[in-house]
């Protein structure tokens, strides 16, 4: 497996791991420090099923089992613990930076963006068709080099993602129409990715075109 190249947190997360109480609990749970020191490279959270938010996200992570793609990544859930009350979530320690600033850095090319584009473009459509209503968001984009050298782009925000398998197969046009405003979206951001590139890099890929 690949090893994240440096330590950081993950994108549509806050830093701190305490969250607002509800009816007197927090829907957030500090790992301890021995369990997250058995595997350095991730970072591990367990939240609280307490309201419908965290039913939401925890059903939305596990969809993501279903979708395989060797460029686009996310964080990872585990099956409930403590009766059914919890569940985990894994992330990389990696330095999360969005994919614009990452552009502009010139750390990336342009076949690299491309490449990634349209991973993303496949890896939304199959989001929709399972009932994942994911909401496309630059800073929620963060391309993350592994230690082949290869770029995988990781994505966060996902507990503003919407969940209704159900709606999504009795309301296929309008779920249609969701997912063409998300692909358009990411169009229009990784355009100004490009955008972004260093000029040097853009001639330097032009000339060996």
């Known amino acids: 497996m690949d090893r994240p190249e440096q330590e950081g947190r993950a994108p549509g997360r806050r830093v701190r791991t305490k969250r607002a ?15 997250n020191s058995v595997t350095p490279h991730w970072k591990v959270v367990s939240r609280r099923f307490v309201d419908g938010d965290s039913v939401r996200e925890y059903h939305v992570l596990k969809t993501l089992r279903q979708i395989r793609s060797k460029l686009i990544d996310h964080p990872h859930v ?96 309008e779920w249609e129409r969701q997912k063409t405003t998300q692909c358009d979206e990411i169009k229009r951001i990784f355009a100004d990715a490009q955008l972004q590139l260093p000029d040097d890099l853009i001639d330097l890929e032009d000339s060996q075109a």
């Open 21 to 35: 109480r509800r009816d007197g609990k927090r829907d957030v749970i500090p790992v301890p420090k021995s369990t």
């Open 78 to 173: 585990s099956e409930p613990k403590s009766a059914g009350k919890a569940f985990c979530i894994k992330s990389p320690r990696v330095r999360f930076v969005p994919l614009l600033l990452r552009a502009k850095t010139g750390a990336m090319d342009l076949d690299s963006l491309l490449e990634m584009q349209q991973a993303l473009l496949d890896y939304v459509g199959l989001l929709y068709s399972k009932g994942v209503a994911y909401h496309v968001k630059p800073e929620y984009m963060c391309p993350v080099k592994k230690a082949s050298g290869r770029w995988k782009l990781y994505l966060g925000g996902w507990m503003e993602a919407g969940f209704d398998p159900t709606e999504s197969q009795l309301r296929p046009t």
